[in-house]
């Protein structure tokens, strides 16, 4: 088990970090990226739709069986103007019983009859108040499964209509809506990655350190993955 550490005195959020971690190179890719970003929203959007989603991580059989993982939806929003494209955050409210003040893309639980897709969509909209109208879907991040908690989360990609949402936010939920220019999750100062070892495992854990908040975890991971999307499909235009 690892202790609770804060990276920094400035960020609101602390994390499990264990204390055999190690920072690692950020990938090729990420500088290249940089570099090549359309400066548009909707280009950004043409080059992930021209990507491949890599398969859902091969888990091992968690030890409750055959019991069924619970499921969520996320996602994530392309907004900006013309020269500043950028993805839409919510900081979860301090007063949750679940992952209290953590940064994450809106969605929730998928309720019966739903999918994660209309999960995402639908809690998109009571958390921060974008409409289904308002957003063109342009498909499926990718998938992430955590045992631990028996959760399931997909994620997809939306294309605000508005460079500004008109936003409504849901204080009951979320204590803050943020955007961050994708150039900045880019960049040397923002975005860097470790390697956790945990019961002889190793992990490639992400972090992107914005102002005062740490974006980790599930949410990382997601970012991670479109902004790999990103760049696959600029490669194939």
């Known amino acids: 088990m690892g202790e609770v550490i804060d990276l920094d005195a400035r960020f609101r959020q602390t994390i499990p970090r264990p204390p055999t971690y190690r920072r690692i190179r950020r990938p090729r890719w990420v500088n290249e990226l940089a570099v090549e970003l359309p400066s548009n929203r909707f280009d950004i959007a043409r080059a992930f739709s021209l990507s491949s989603e890599r398969p859902a991580p091969v888990v091992t059989e968690p030890p409750w069986g055959s019991e069924k993982m619970r499921q969520s939806g996320v996602l994530g929003l392309l907004t900006g103007s013309v020269h500043s494209p950028a993805l839409l955050f919510t900081r979860r409210a301090s007063h949750l019983k679940s992952h209290a003040g953590e940064v994450s893309f809106p969605g929730g639980k998928v309720e019966e009859g739903e999918t994660p897709f209309d999960a995402a969509v639908r809690e998109t909209y009571e958390e921060i108040g974008v409409a289904p109208e308002e957003i063109e879907v342009i498909g499926r991040i990718t998938e992430l499964s955590t045992f631990s908690t028996r959760f399931t989360l997909v994620a997809f990609l939306g294309l605000s209509h508005f460079s500004i949402p008109n936003l409504e936010v849901n204080h009951s939920e979320v204590d803050e809506v943020f955007s961050v220019d994708i ?11 470790e390697l956790w070892k945990r019961g002889g495992e190793e992990r490639e854990m992400h972090f992107f350190e914005v102002d005062q908040d740490l974006i980790w975890g599930a949410t990382a991971f997601v970012t991670v993955e479109l902004l790999r999307r990103i760049y696959t499909g600029l490669s194939r235009d």
Do not use: C, G, I, T
């Open 183 to 193: 150039a900045d999750l880019l960049s040397d100062e923002v975005y860097h990655r």
